[in-house]
């Protein structure tokens, strides 16, 4: 605590993150501060704070700060620092996904349409997200099917291609064959936009025709789908909120919290129509809900596109926010702190979402913390480890015969997976199906990143987990050793028992079956097993897919890789149609046909 007292003696009046310690120098929290020394002496002076405040406090072995120009680069570092670091005391949006987008690229001749999920400042037009029971596949069939807007990447060069299946099924207009001019084309895209930005009357009455002429041609299963995409779209239309004078693009966020445990509500309404929501569960030691929640926001929209507002509670840094989206996103939001009306109406609909999520989920997550940060500290105290082991890391080898080997690394961050940090490796230097050999590769490769550049991206562990008995522990010990290791506990776990070894014993370790300690260990075995398993099947299903073609008189290079780029494995273009191998660029029907007879006779 002394070196404590006198860091906060010296901490400056400026804007800055500051980042806190526990006694094995682990990031345990980061947060960002107007003034510096008012805040971090904060929770050193100031009392009562709240629960998860002391508990994080009472961890804290020391703390580092970095001084910013402004408190908008503070908001940014801060968020940044999270993200890196992944401190179990922050706001951690693991639950959190993306949504998917449809993206269009107006930049282009004859702009086509297709899904994203990752939004880019490229001038491109977004919409979305799509959420809440609304397909976005059906979305973009019907923009096919109503405005015969191209959904291919196929490139469209001063050369006309063969036109593919969907012309003859008038589902495109086959600009890549010039069967449509620019301006022609400009006004289906044109079209096709308005339907995407919510006006579904013309979608509707097209498809009602498309369904009226296919049941009395007796079609009764394209009949079907066109009427289904019809209550899709009215579905659609039952979601738009009448009440709103005009139609309004935002995202409307509400916050709960009982004292330790938080939630968040996140409402979508775009062009006035209600796109779904979601519910966060949140568990941080913040001083204050504003502060909460404006961790929340950053961190949610550094992986979503933020809309033109943001109706919110009273809680959160509305100026700082706006700010920092201005400055650092690049896009003017403007933050409403609703108080009456429509918005208010819609801001008290998540707040009651948010606060029914939080009760629902107190359990999970305390729950959530006996299998995972709980059972990280049972396990260092079961097993005597010199260390809290926050970052664990396992590793799997696979291969069939020696054929394609491959390694993986996949980490838990306090006894939950960080898929982003999982690694995986081809073996380079190992002939024939050895194992260990492939496994020493492996850990050379991994462990000899540490004390370089490279350890921001690998940072080191507190604990490897190996797949094994005393003897597979043993032969790694000796890795250790040759890279003069000392500082990183090591321990194995033996399948059939499921007994665990350690370094500090000969005997094994038996830990009862249903302890949330083992359950973590044999849950990072499986998954590093999952993971090599899944590489290696993919790279083998591409290798024989690749030497398939090659065996094909007619498919070259160009060809192949086309093939293999729009199909990936071998039971792709397996299952494909003969159309559908067709249009493969270069490929036609008359060598779709000869690949299709060669695939049937042959495998």
């Given at each position: 605590m002394d070196v404590i007292r006198e860091k906060l003696r010296l901490l400056p009046d400026n804007p800055g993150v500051y980042i806190m310690l526990d006694k094995y120098s682990n990031v345990i929290y980061v947060g960002k501060a107007r003034v510096l020394k008012n805040r971090v002496r904060q929770y050193f002076h100031s009392s009562p704070k709240p629960e998860k405040v002391m508990q994080m406090v009472a961890?804290?072995?020391?703390?580092?700060?970095?001084?910013?120009?402004?408190?908008?680069?503070?908001?940014?570092?801060?968020?940044?620092?999270?993200?890196?670091?992944?401190?179990?005391?922050?706001?951690?949006?693991?639950?959190?996904?993306?949504?998917?987008?449809?993206?269009v690229d107006m930049r282009e001749d004859f702009p086509n349409f297709y899904v994203t999920r990752r939004i880019n400042k490229d001038g491109c037009r977004y919409f979305g997200p799509f959420m809440g029971g609304i397909n976005y596949k059906d979305i973009l069939e019907t923009c096919q099917l109503v405005y015969n807007v191209r959904l291919c990447r196929t490139a469209i060069g001063a050369k006309p291609k063969r036109e593919c299946l969907n012309y003859h099924i008038n589902r495109c207009c086959a600009p890549c064959a010039h069967k449509i001019s620019k301006e022609e084309y400009a006004e289906k895209v044109r079209k096709a936009l308005d339907f995407l930005e919510g006006d579904y009357k013309h979608a509707y009455t097209a498809l009602r025709e498309k369904m009226l002429s296919a049941a009395e041609g007796e079609n009764f299963e394209l009949a079907i789908d066109y009427k289904n995409k019809m209550n899709m779209l009215s579905k659609l239309e039952g979601k738009r909120i009448t009440s709103i004078n005009k139609p309004i693009d935002a995202d409307i966020i509400s916050y709960a919290t009982n004292g330790l445990y938080s939630a968040v509500n996140v409402l979508i309404t775009r062009n006035g129509i209600m796109q779904g929501g979601a519910s966060y569960a949140l568990d941080e030691a913040?001083?204050?809900?504003?502060?909460?929640?404006?961790?929340?926001?950053?961190?949610y929209y550094s992986v979503h596109e933020p809309p033109a507002e943001l109706i919110t509670d009273g809680y959160c840094e509305k100026q700082l926010l706006e700010e920092f989206f201005g400055q650092k996103a690049g896009k003017s939001v403007t933050i409403t702190l609703a108080?009456?009306?429509?918005?208010?109406?819609l801001l008290k609909m998540a707040g009651e979402n948010a606060r029914d999520y939080l009760e629902k989920s107190i359990d999970k997550i305390r729950h959530k913390d006996?299998?995972?940060?709980?059972?990280?500290?049972?396990?260092?105290?079961?097993?005597?480890?010199?260390?809290?082991?926050?970052?664990m890391e396992c590793y799997d080898i696979s291969n069939v015969?020696?054929?394609?080997?491959?390694?993986?690394?996949?980490?838990?961050?306090?006894?939950?997976?960080?898929k982003s940090s999982y690694r995986r490796f081809?073996?380079?230097?190992?002939?024939?199906?050895?194992?260990?050999?492939?496994?020493?590769e492996v850990l050379l490769r991994r462990l000899s990143k540490l004390g370089t550049e490279e350890e921001s991206s690998f940072p080191k562990p507190d604990l490897?987990?190996?797949?094994?008995?005393?003897?597979?522990?043993?032969?790694?010990?000796?890795?250790?050793?040759?890279l003069g290791i000392s500082d990183i506990d090591l321990i194995s776990i033996a399948k059939q028992e499921e007994e665990i070894f350690t370094l500090s014993g000969e005997e094994s370790v038996k830990i009862p079956r249903n302890d949330y300690s083992l359950r973590m260990v044999q849950r990072i075995r499986d998954e590093s097993h999952r993971f090599a398993i899944t590489y290696f099947r993919n790279i083998h299903s591409k290798r024989n897919l690749a030497s398939v073609l090659d065996e094909i008189e007619g498919v070259g290079k160009q060809k192949r890789l086309a093939l293999m780029k729009k199909f990936s494995n071998l039971q792709n273009i397996l299952q494909a149609s003969e159309e559908e191998i067709a249009s493969t660029e270069?490929?036609?029907?008359?060598?779709?046909?000869?690949?299709?007879?060669?695939?049937?006779?042959?495998?």
């Open positions: 961890n804290v072995a020391d703390f580092n700060y970095i001084i910013t120009s402004s408190e908008i680069d503070a908001l940014a570092l801060e968020n940044n620092l999270i993200k890196k670091y992944k401190p179990k005391y922050n706001i951690l949006l693991k639950d959190d996904k993306t949504y998917p987008y449809i993206k913040h001083v204050s809900d504003g502060e909460a929640l404006t961790s929340f926001i950053t961190q108080k009456q009306g429509i918005k208010a109406d006996d299998m995972t940060i709980n059972a990280c500290k049972r396990l260092q105290d079961l097993l005597c480890l010199s260390r809290y082991p926050r970052r015969s020696g054929v394609d080997k491959v390694g993986s690394m996949v980490v838990f961050i306090d006894g939950e997976a960080d081809k073996i380079r230097t190992v002939e024939g199906a050895d194992d260990f050999a492939s496994l020493r490897i987990v190996i797949d094994g008995g005393k003897g597979q522990l043993s032969a790694v010990k000796c890795i250790f050793d040759e270069g490929v036609g029907p008359k060598l779709a046909s000869k690949i299709k007879e060669y695939l049937k006779e042959n495998l």
